[in-house]
Nanobody, 122 residues
Framework: VQLVESGGGLVQAGGSLRLSCAASGSIFSINTMGAMGWFRQAPGKQRELVAEITRGGAPNYADSVKGRFTISGDNAKKMVYLQMNSLRPEDAAVYYC??????????????WGQGTQVTVAS
């Protein structure tokens, strides 16, 4: 499975960005993969979960982004999106799209995109 992110860039604090992630690959792998999510990694920090969504559409958010970010997915198009509003300087990071290998609880994220930079100017 290949994941390709787009939509990063530079935005002023308080602004918005929308990230997109497109999944492609073998039909078997695409149809059996599980949740898709967005992670971020700032310089000197560990990669952290921002938001994820199950194949059934149930979202989960990090506390730091609740009420500001919205994750959505389109199973037919194999896409996942992250709408980011009210951006803060601390949201600046490289954002990665990930997908779990299997559609079952506890399945590890096995597929990753190359990342897209989000910069928030104060």
């Amino acid at each position: 499975v290949q994941l390709v992110e787009s939509g990063g860039g530079l935005v002023q604090a308080g602004g918005s960005l929308r990230l997109s992630c497109a999944a492609s690959g073998s039909i078997f792998s695409i149809n059996t993969m599980g949740a898709m999510g967005w992670f971020r990694q700032a310089p000197g920090k560990q990669r952290e979960l921002v938001a994820e969504i199950t194949r059934g559409g149930a979202p989960n958010y990090a506390d730091s982004v609740k009420g500001r970010f919205t994750i959505s997915g389109d199973n037919a198009k194999k896409m996942v999106y992250l709408q980011m509003n009210s951006l803060r300087p601390e949201d600046a990071a490289v954002y990665y799209c990930g997908a779990a290998k299997w559609d079952r609880p506890g399945s590890q994220y096995a597929y990753w995109g190359q990342g897209t930079q989000v910069t928030v100017a104060s």
